[in-house]
């Protein structure tokens, strides 16, 4: 199980000694939790996300990226300093 906040796209500057900078992926105060099984979830955690009211849904990083990269060149904006 992890936990991501500040998802970041770019497409310059890919140096792993750069600094974190870049487009947001995700709405400031959103959280993104990903779980992977070998199998499947155990029941207690099951439980645990529905009373939560946490539900499976599909987030895509680089289909996030590609999408937001269409969106800001058809407004006419610059996505990249």
Partial sequence: MTFDENILSRRQDLSLDSDAYGVSLLE??????E????GGIPLWLTHFLTRAQIYRTSFSKY???YQK????????GVLYA
């Fill in 35 to 38: 779980i992977k099984t070998a």
């Fill in 69 to 76: 990269t269409i969106l800001l060149q058809k407004q006419g």
């Fill in 63 to 65: 289909g996030t990226a």
């Fill in 28 to 33: 400031k105060g959103l959280t993104l939790m």
